[in-house]
């Protein structure tokens, strides 16, 4: 009798003809897995089998395990049965370290081309296993410096964690430019940046391991935004070069162009092998077709098995948290009601976090605080959340125990989704070793497939729309000529150098010069209004708040319905001045008719994108733009305080920046207070910070504290060092 895939993969699942023909079916599989061009297939089939593993017999399937190189699924079948002689011995040789961590076989592969000093570029599905490489590179001790640059806080919160708790004292993870390192021959000391602060590190001059996670990001087409793109491609220039060698990932890959810029050998590995198998659903829904919503609700609430939902924006993830919401729930324990009393004090009980979370359901979008993104993620992956709805945000590669994922739009943000994040999506269905099947539904049409492959643009400078691409070049590398008209007429502007523009990236070149050229042609007028004085008044925010708006904010702020500096200000000092978040929150609720919770999110963003970055980032250039322009002559103490404090919702930075290690704004504002009654006249630095706060954990202070409060300082003891 002979099947086929699509056969043998929907026998799997009858439990009937499964037990009475498991022989025949391992016989199937291992028949595919003996050819080159069906193995991958053997492979995920028998990924299946692992769902009904003791229908199998024990001996054959963990023969087709070690054939297939899944060395980690290999196991005893009772107590009393040990491993062959063959299977233990594969399983003993695929450990990298004495310990529990088992490769399978792809990941002994590049595990040992990483230990011989060879440069590596994988592309490999998300459930490949490549946070267990990077952690046994680390336990190797091969490496005493490694830089990971990340995309996302949310990535370097996670690395940060799974480091910390893995190993001892003498590994330290740094993820702030002024964290110090550990000293000594058998430290190891791990950088886990974005590509923005793995800029600020430029005092280290020599790099034993460079890796760049979610590579693919330094190609334009694959970023949402160019700025980001430029960046990494900048910090990733700086830092090659300062690097013994180097490991690139991320999924989905075909092909690289460009990085033999770096004359450095590299081995492109790219691989489809898989750890967890996955059914696929199209339903192909138009829009709006009321069965689209019908089908969503069907698929969440048929179990309680975990579901990611994904939505094409924060709006529209609010929309599907709504339909769940109003139609079922799931039960929530003390720690979800305890997270629900909390964000209703200290944002509002009308956003629909909080009303989502009463039934079970946790939203993960940008329009979420990045500490409360992270205790989505911890309390998803917890079990505590059944169902987490969410954009992109969840693309970046951030880990989650998912055995179901529901794709609801076909959109990210307003254009449609393109196959590759499409992909990215679906492989966040089942998980290695918890969920060995995931199911993928795909309600709309799904996008038609595509070949991915890699650019470098430090290759390829000439492509790219923005003048910016051609300051990545150094004094040392070869240059292109710049072309005439636009770009050369912005890179050899007569005003701002092209070292100066360099250190400014990614701020837009015409911005800057147009800056520029307004503060020569008001010279006195704008020197007056701008730099006299401790603090500016309202009357000098108006002058600096003209200038930054028109130079580099004004496109950018429509989407907030910000029109020009004065909505901008009055907007800004509305925030800054309001007694607390939840104050300036219930005020603009009462003002604005129509969704509360609409107007909620887009006020968080606003603080977010606006308050807390684009608008200091904009001061910060007027600071630098005037110190070239005025050859330095120029005060600036007032402005660069006045930033500070907008970047950092007038509390100290160092407590500021306690978010992306889970202290939200509302409970660092708390301690920063704390820390300041004792402390007046010191500004203390992020390690500063964060032993502060461990050192408040043992005193009184957590009495002053809400329960979700508690749990989220307990967390930061245990999980930062």
Not at 456 to 467: C, G, L, S, V, W
Not at 569 to 584: M, N
Request: hydrophobic share 40%; aromatic share 12%.
């Amino acid at each position: 009798m002979e099947y086929g895939y699509d056969e043998l993969k929907d026998s799997i699942k009858d439990a009937e003809f499964r037990k009475s023909f498991s022989f025949e079916i391992l016989r199937a599989a291992s028949d595919l897995c003996n050819q080159h061009e069906s193995l991958d297939y053997g492979r995920d089939l028998i990924i299946r089998m692992l769902e009904y593993r003791s229908d199998f017999n024990s001996s054959v399937l963990n023969a087709l395990l070690r054939k297939v190189g899944l060395f980690p699924y290999i196991k005893d079948h009772t107590e009393d049965q040990a491993l062959d002689f063959f299977d233990s011995l594969a399983f003993e040789l695929h450990k990298p370290h004495d310990g529990n961590i088992v490769f399978h076989s792809l990941q002994a592969k590049v595990f040992s081309k990483l230990i011989n000093g060879e440069n590596v570029v994988l592309s490999a599905p998300t459930s490949f296993g490549k946070s267990i490489l990077i952690d046994s590179l680390i336990e190797s001790r091969s490496f005493n410096r490694v830089v990971i640059i990340l995309p996302t806080l949310a990535l370097i919160d996670e690395t940060r964690q799974r480091i910390t708790e893995k190993f001892t004292d003498d590994v330290k993870v740094i993820t702030h430019s002024s964290q110090k390192e550990l000293e000594g021959n058998c430290s190891i000391n791990i950088y886990a940046l974005t590509q923005e602060r793995a800029l600020e590190i430029g005092t280290i001059d020599s790099i034993d391991l460079l890796v760049v996670d979610e590579f693919y990001k330094i190609d334009p087409k694959y970023e949402e935004s160019d700025e980001r793109a430029l960046i990494l491609n900048y910090a990733f220039h700086k830092l090659v070069k300062r690097s013994k060698q180097f490991y690139l990932l991320g999924p989905n890959i075909e092909d690289v162009k460009g990085l033999n810029f770096y004359s450095k050998d590299f081995h492109f590995i790219p691989t489809k092998f898989s750890t967890v198998a996955a059914d696929i659903f199209h339903h192909n829904y138009k829009k709006n077709d009321p069965k689209k919503n019908s089908t969503l609700l069907e698929l969440v609430y048929r179990n309680d098995d975990s579901k990611i939902v994904y939505c094409q924006s924060p709006n529209s993830a609010s929309d599907v948290a709504k339909i769940l919401v109003a139609n079922n729930g799931f039960p929530v324990t003390d720690e979800i009601d305890e997270a629900i009393d909390w964000i209703s004090s200290n944002f509002s009980a009308h956003w629909v976090v909080s009303t989502a979370l009463r039934k079970g359901i946790g939203l993960h979008h940008g329009g979420v605080p990045r500490a409360l993104q992270q205790w989505m993620i911890k309390a998803f992956n917890e079990g505590l959340l059944k169902v987490l709805v969410c954009t992109s945000t969840i693309i970046e590669g951030v880990n989650t125990v998912a055995k179901n994922v529901i794709v609801y739009d076909r959109r990210k943000s307003t254009t449609t989704l393109d196959f590759f994040s499409f992909k990215n999506i679906l492989g966040r269905a089942g998980r290695m070793g918890e969920h060995f099947v995931g199911e993928c539904h795909i309600l709309e049409v799904a996008p038609k497939e595509e070949f991915f492959d890699v650019a470098f643009p430090i290759e390829f400078p000439d492509q790219y729309q923005r003048p910016s691409w051609y300051l990545l070049f150094d004094d040392d590398d070869p240059k292109p000529e710049i072309p005439d008209g636009r770009f050369s007429d912005a890179l050899n502007n007569g005003i701002l150098s092209q070292e100066f523009l360099k250190k400014n990236l990614p701020l837009d070149i015409d911005g800057q010069i147009k800056l520029a050229k307004d503060l020569i042609d008001n010279h006195g007028y704008d020197m007056g209004c701008i730099f006299e004085g401790e603090y500016p008044s309202y009357s000098e925010k108006e002058i600096i708040f003209r200038l930054c708006y028109s130079s580099f904010l004004s496109h950018y702020l429509k989407q907030y319905e910000v029109f020009n500096h004065i909505q901008l200000l009055t907007k800004v000092e509305a925030i800054i001045q309001s007694r607390d978040l939840a104050s300036y929150l219930s005020d603009r609720t009462k003002a604005r008719d129509g969704d509360k919770s609409l107007v909620i999110e887009n006020e968080l963003r606003f603080i977010r994108n606006v308050v807390c970055f684009s608008l200091p980032r904009a001061l910060k250039a007027l600071i630098n733009i005037s110190y070239e322009v005025f050859a330095g002559i120029v005060e600036t103490d007032a402005l660069e305080f006045y930033a500070l404090n907008l970047e950092n919702m007038g509390i100290q930075p160092a407590f500021f920046s306690l978010e992306e290690f889970g202290i939200p704004y509302q409970l660092a504002k708390k301690i920063s207070r704390k820390y300041d009654q004792k402390n007046q006249d010191e500004t203390p630095n992020i390690e500063t910070a964060i032993s502060f706060v461990k050192n408040i954990t043992q005193s009184n202070f957590v009495a002053q504290l809400s329960p979700f409060e508690v749990r989220l300082l307990a967390n930061f003891e245990r999980t930062v060092r």
